[in-house]
């Protein structure tokens, strides 16, 4: 069968633009066919476009599909595994229909969610960072940065389901910041736009014991100055830095000064067991059904060869949560 699927044109060296993405057929085939139905979206796909990507995992290559998570709907099957009509997810990026073994489809639950688009969201990245990297609890003050992106979202509102006495988050706009503490929950948040040192003073004036970071650069230097002696900062990413060459893009964090004042640095991986992935969905699926939690996201509706273009308006800051494309 021929499908469309869009292919990284060139490696990114700088700023993306779509002429690094272009859209081609491709035969395939294998023991189940399916329809992709929506594709998620992610910052973190950038580094995989760079021919110096800092993953652990190997970079895209010029001619190779890209995009990573997807769910649809089998439209064929020589397996007893799945059958045609099931929802199954996948690693097969962003393309029109996909195939390959039984074995390389998850097979989801329809009913799990209130939409299927909900197991392409972020939150096993939250929910270990604040559960077992941070060890989030009862009364602690913290602090996320990058808080209305996918995994900024939900990292927050997990820190006050685990007992967190104050949660404030950063954001890039006014709107933003509203939308934080009016529908996510968060006690107070700030734009980065602002003196970050200045605004943690003022939001946590005794200071914050633990720091969740997707961004980097001078809000892990304000969060610094805001740690409690023994502050847990947990280091997912850093967005502020991410058109930079390899050393821009993963500054190392002033040691010197975490140690001065006893706080405990601790980046982690985004590459999670199927462990991690159940206890996250545990939870959530809990929080949810007990009307403790909000999931955001935003679903852009479009082709194939809209993709592309959605995931450049996501790098811009342009969505709030979890981001994924359904194909109409």
Not at 30 to 57: F, I, K, N, S
Request: proline share 5%; glycine share 10%; charged share 20%.
């Amino acid at each position: 069968m021929i499908t469309r699927e869009i292919q990284l044109a060139s490696h990114v060296t700088g700023v993306p633009g779509l002429e690094h993405f272009t859209v081609a057929e491709a035969d395939i085939d294998g023991e189940v066919l399916v329809r992709t139905e929506q594709v998620g979206l992610a910052a973190t796909y950038l580094e995989l476009m760079r021919a110096d990507c800092h993953l652990p995992v190997p970079a895209w290559q010029p001619g190779q599909r890209v995009g990573v998570a997807a769910i649809g709907t089998v439209v064929r099957s020589a397996s007893d595994a799945l059958q045609v009509g099931d929802l199954v997810q996948s690693m097969t990026g962003w393309s029109e229909y996909s195939a390959g073994p039984a074995r390389s489809y998850v097979k989801l639950d329809r009913d799990a969610f209130p939409d299927p688009g909900f197991h392409l969201g972020q939150g096993p990245t939250a929910f270990y960072g604040m559960a077992d990297i941070a060890e989030v609890g009862v009364g602690d003050v913290v602090f996320v940065s990058g808080a209305a992106g996918g995994v900024g979202s939900l990292a927050g509102q997990i820190a006050k389901q685990l007992g967190a006495a104050r949660v404030i988050g950063s954001a890039g706009s006014a709107a933003k910041v509203d939308y934080l503490v009016n529908e996510l929950g968060f006690d107070a948040a700030f734009d980065y736009h602002d003196d970050p040192a200045a605004r943690l003073k003022e939001l946590a004036p005794e200071g914050i014991s633990v720091f969740f970071d997707v961004v980097s650069g001078a809000q892990y230097d304000a969060a610094l100055q805001a740690a409690r002696p023994g502050a847990r900062f947990a280091l997912c990413g850093s967005l502020s830095s991410q058109l930079g060459d390899a050393a821009e893009r993963f500054p190392q964090p002033d040691r010197t000064e975490a140690e001065r004042r006893g706080v405990v640095l601790s980046p982690f991986s985004c590459y999670h067991t199927p462990e991690q992935i159940s206890a996250w969905h545990k939870h959530f699926r809990a929080w949810l059904d007990q009307g403790r939690f909000v999931y955001p996201q935003t679903v852009v509706e479009g082709a194939i060869t809209d993709v592309p273009q959605a995931f450049l308006a996501l790098l811009q800051g342009a969505y709030r949560g979890n981001v994924s494309v359904r194909l109409t």
